[in-house]
Nanobody, 116 residues
Framework: QVQLVESGGGLVQPGGSLRLSCAIS????????MSWYRQAPGKERELVAT???????NYVDSVKGRFTISRPTTKNTLYLQMNSLKPEDTAVYYC??????????WGQGTQVTVSS
């Protein structure tokens, strides 16, 4: 069974940094895409960053230059490095994977709160 477990969220002041981790376990031989989403209370879930099997990365405009999505070759962990955090980045962050067969998997989310 595929399992995604996020960690690294917490409370941080504006301008600070956090690094989110998503540990991936189970049968994930045919991953096509890995992404981070976020959802603030009362708002729709938003695609923040994505990493394709080709290595291409994409980011929502509001985080470009501040966030970096990556997956090291050493282990099955997806990261989201978040720098220069702003209050509007406050949300629950979810990791997501999609297989070439169009199966999708979600983590349970980790809370990120940016506040003074």
């Amino acid at each position: 069974q595929v399992q995604l477990v996020e960690s690294g969220g917490g409370l941080v002041q504006p301008g600070g940094s956090l690094r989110l981790s998503c540990a991936i376990s189970g049968f994930t031989f045919n991953i096509d895409r890995m992404s981070w989403y976020r959802q603030a209370p009362g708002k729709e879930r938003e695609l923040v960053a994505t990493l394709s099997i080709t290595g291409t990365t994409n980011y929502v405009d509001s985080v470009k230059g501040r966030f970096t999505i990556s997956r090291p070759t050493t282990k099955n962990t997806l990261y989201l490095q978040m720098n220069s955090l702003k209050p509007e980045d406050t949300a629950v962050y979810y990791c997501y994977i999609r297989t070439v067969e169009a199966r999708t998997y979600w983590g349970q989310g980790t809370q990120v709160t940016v506040s003074s």
